[in-house]
């Protein structure tokens, strides 16, 4: 047995270890000079949106605003390294198959466009033009439109993003299967319930003003580091941090601030959660219950001792409906049912109803561990629910956070790339372009790859992303792929998905954000992008172009759309050639975008107004709207723990697949999560001391992971290792994207259809090949 893997965790989050860490990022990337100088134009006024993550901007930078995990993301990208054709002739694609995902991104930037050659084996340099031109006619011979699935990578510009959902709407189809669908898309379901938009109500500046923000089920040391220096600025001037996770997250327990002098010369760091308390999977719904039965009650006794209600009834009256049926479902669900689900004791929610109770203003902010769930759309209506009661949504300081992943993935919402488009923005399109828009919804990630199982979808054009790696049941989505017609990568970097070649298959490599993007006049052009915070702000890139042979996505996009619908309603290569015209566009077409052009070349960029966030309700009922849904029956921690094995080594459990931080959803950068006191290795398994004993297992050993699900398929996961850690009994966790094996396609979140990424049934047994 060997743990030479499992070391010491990192002290506090951030400081010197953050700042070790870019300066080796920086050296890799072959360029430590450029990297440096690119990494002070991150997320600068004059500078590009730094492609790490979602997270807003401040009004008043610093002088530099970037994190460890933005110098990852930009070193990776504006690396020296270079998949040259040469490169592709000596590789066979079945021989790059079996390279770690790691491995395969190592090989850097793919420099010219790529056609596959089946006989050989091998992806070989195409003329752009001869590529467009065989898409087009590819596409145009499809019986349907409907047979072709466009898929969306949340790091695409507005610009590039509203220009391909154009070309796909004239080609016919509304097929845009999106990483949202797999991402926040439960956030933007259950948020347009309940407040009429489904997007967050908070602004950066929000805050500076909470008296507490919780922070459920959300990693923001390794996925939002920025975030931290938020969190962390609020925990200095007292207000309380609650964080709800099953795991011990070192980044919300202590941070120390690469950009604070004082506190990294005194290797000093600050505390971050005030109250931190460990659910177990897919317990949210129950312990945010929890507090408003709690609440319900310190209202009940404060009016029995005539004193004033803590509920905000000016609010409630005026704002709310379903208030009384809210009440009576709370009321019906009892502590035990409560104290069962969510794996907390009533002592331990009514500490956290507490803060609630005495802070005048609250934060609630969110990610995957509440949104991979099968019931992810109802827990984000009790939490809206809970945040109703006090009036904490519509005032400074205080609202609801869902933080997004990919630097754009709002935006890209925003601008039209979505399966089931409102009425009015399909109106606004057919009258500003003047052709019969497809009104039938169309497929998002689990309808494209049913339709690909099925073979009813022909062809896959993927605008960034890896899709295969993303999605669930890998295998299964590794075949749907090859029995494709056509299969098209717009990409940066080569990654699996590429490796699953349709019967014609190419990879059109784009410049990257940090790239400087001329028109045929030499100007530099500038794209935008929306933050959680719904800033839409400009991004120009400042190095030179990784190769002289890439297109931008939009120059990508429009090649491709001239060659299958002509130029007859829209001049593609005019809106390539000045991103103006299609700004011009989207503010004919989308609310909020008027003076667009002249409004983002203000320093930080404009807000878009969230109707939400003014107390105006666009919901059926023209209020706030409660949700009176019952706990779900059985969580899948709760029917793992009430499956009664023969042995206890055939126990199961319910498992989260998250990320480490060396990596950047399907891209690794490198094998270590130092945070968690994990080093060169990506196949463990995260498990409960106790867990391992009952298991009959010690931290080290290897064992296959299989899944738990009923529908006959058989999903295992090889060779992976135990890592004794504190997570609540019954709940393991292991790392996205090698467990994706495991994740059935079967099993979506009600009304999202989100893959539940973050509940699997699982059990283990040794490891086969000993
Ligand atoms: N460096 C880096 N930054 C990134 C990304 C990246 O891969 N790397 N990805 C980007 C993208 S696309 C996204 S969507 C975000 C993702 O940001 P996160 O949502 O932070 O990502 P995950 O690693 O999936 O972490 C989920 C967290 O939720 C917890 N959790 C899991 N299940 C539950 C549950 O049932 N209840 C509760 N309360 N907690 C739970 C986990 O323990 C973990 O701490 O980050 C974005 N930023
Ligand atoms: N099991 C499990 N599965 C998950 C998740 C999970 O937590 N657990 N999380 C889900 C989530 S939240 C998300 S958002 C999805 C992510 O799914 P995707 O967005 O599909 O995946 P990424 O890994 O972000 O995509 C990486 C690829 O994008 C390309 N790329 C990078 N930069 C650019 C660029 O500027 N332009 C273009 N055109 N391409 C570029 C590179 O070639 C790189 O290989 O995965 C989902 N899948
Ligand atoms: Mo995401």
Redesign the pocket.
């Known amino acids: 047995m060997n743990e030479s893997f499992i070391g010491k965790k990192s002290s506090a989050a951030g400081g010197w270890g953050a700042l070790k860490s870019c300066g080796k990022q920086l050296l890799q990337s072959g360029s430590p000079f450029n990297g440096a100088r690119t990494m002070l134009k991150a997320n600068q006024p004059d500078g590009f949106d730094c492609p790490?993550?979602?997270w807003g901007d401040p009004e008043h930078g610093s002088s530099f605003e970037f994190c460890?995990?933005g110098v990852?993301?930009v070193s990776w990208e504006a690396t020296e390294k270079r998949a040259t054709p040469a490169f592709f002739a000596k590789h066979t694609v079945t021989e790059l198959s079996k390279l770690s995902d790691y491995e395969l991104e190592l090989n850097g930037r793919i420099t010219h466009p790529m056609r596959y050659d089946r006989q050989s084996d091998t992806y070989q340099a195409v003329a752009w033009e001869d590529a467009f031109a065989e898409i087009g006619s590819i596409l145009k011979g499809l019986n349907t439109p409907d047979e072709a699935e466009f898929y969306t990578s949340?790091r695409a510009s507005n610009e590039a993003a509203y220009l391909y959902q154009l070309f796909v709407r004239i080609f016919g189809t509304n097929n845009f299967p999106d990483?949202s669908n797999m991402?926040?898309e439960a956030s933007g379901v259950g948020l347009r319930q309940a407040i009429g938009v489904g997007k967050g109500t908070v602004l950066l500046e929000d805050f500076e003003k909470a008296d507490a923000i919780f922070v459920?089920?959300?990693?923001?040391g390794?996925?939002?580091?920025r975030m931290l220096g938020d969190l962390r600025r609020a925990a200095m001037r007292g207000a309380k941090i609650v964080v709800?996770?099953?795991?011990r997250?070192r980044g919300?327990e202590r941070f120390s601030d690469p950009q604070d002098k004082l506190e990294m010369l005194h290797g000093g760091s600050t505390e971050i959660a005030s109250h931190y308390f460990q659910?177990?999977?897919?317990?949210?719904m129950a312990?945010v219950r929890g507090m408003s039965k709690a609440v319900f009650a310190a209202d009940d006794a404060a009016i029995a001792k005539g004193e004033p209600s803590v509920l905000d009834h000016a609010f409630l009256d005026e704002h709310c409906a379903g208030l009384a049926d809210y009440r009576a479902v709370v009321d019906a669900t009892s502590w035990s049912e409560i104290e069962d689900q969510s794996g907390l004791s009533r002592q331990e929610i009514e500490q956290a109803a507490n803060v609630y109770l005495s802070a005048e203003r609250v934060i609630c902010t969110?990610?995957?561990?509440?949104?991979?769930?099968l019931h992810s759309v109802p827990t984000i209506r009790e939490i809206a629910n809970f945040m109703f009661l006090r009036g904490n949504i519509g005032k400074p300081g205080a609202g609801l956070c869902p933080?997004?992943?990919?630097s754009n993935?709002q935006g890209d919402r925003t601008v039209g790339i979505n399966e089931k488009p409102p009425a009015a923005f399909l109106d606004a399109l057919e009258k500003e372009f003047g052709f019969t828009v497809p009104r039938k919804h169309g497929h998002n990630v689990l309808g494209a790859i049913g339709a690909m199982l099925d073979g009813s979808a022909k062809a896959f054009i993927g605008l960034g992303g890896n899709f295969a790696r993303a999605t669930p049941d890998s295998a299964l989505v590794e075949k749907a792929m090859k029995n494709l017609k056509l299969t098209v990568h717009i990409a940066t970097k080569p990654n699996h998905s590429h490796l699953m070649p349709g019967e014609t298959a190419f990879i059109l490599p784009c410049l990257g954000r940090t790239e400087i993007d001329l028109n045929s006049r030499g100007q530099s052009q500038v794209v935008s992008v929306e933050d959680s915070m719904s800033m839409v702000h400009g991004s120009a890139g400042i190095n030179r172009p990784a190769s002289p042979h890439l297109l931008s996505e939009v120059g990508i996009i429009a090649g491709i759309a001239e060659a299958t619908v002509g130029s007859d309603i829209v001049s593609w290569a005019a809106l390539a050639d000045d991103y103006e015209l299609i700004r011009s566009h989207i503010e004919a077409t989308v609310p909020g975008f008027t003076d667009y052009n002249t409004r983002l070349r203000k320093p930080r960029g404009f807000h878009l107004r969230n109707d939400a966030a003014h107390r105006e309700w666009n919901t059926p009922a023209g209020k706030a709207t409660f949700s009176n849904a019952p706990l779900p029956k059985q969580t899948v921690h709760q029917q793992a723990r009430q499956t009664r094995p023969a042995s206890a080594a055939q126990s199961r459990f319910a498992l989260?697949?998250?990320?480490?931080?060396d990596?950047?959803?399907t891209?690794v950068y490198g094998l270590d999560d130092r945070y968690r006191g994990v080093y060169g290795e990506r196949k463990v398994i995260f498990i409960h001391p106790d867990d391992l004993a009952n298991l009959g297992a010690k931290a080290g050993d290897r064992v296959d992971v299989i899944c738990e699900y009923d529908d006959g398929i058989e999903r295992i996961a090889n060779d992976f290792r135990f890592v004794s850690y504190d997570?609540p009994r019954g709940?393991v966790?292991g790392y996205?994207p090698e467990l994706n094996v495991l994740v059935p396609l079967g099993s979506a979140g009600e009304q999202s259809d989100t893959p539940t990424?973050?509940?699997v049934m699982v059990s283990f047994r040794p490891e086969s090949r000993v």
């Not at 709800?244 to 795991?247: E, L």
């Not at 933080?403 to 990919?406: M, S």
Request: some cysteine; hydrophobic content about 25%; aromatic content about 8%.
């Open positions: 790490g993550c979602a460890e995990n990852k993301a949340g990483c991402c926040h459920l089920g959300q990693n923001p390794t996925n939002h580091p709800f996770n099953p795991i997250e919300l659910p177990c999977l897919g317990g949210d312990a969110w990610a995957m561990g509440i949104t991979q769930h933080v997004r992943g990919h993935v989260q697949t998250f990320r480490s931080h990596q950047y959803n891209t997570i709940s966790a996205y990424s973050k509940s």
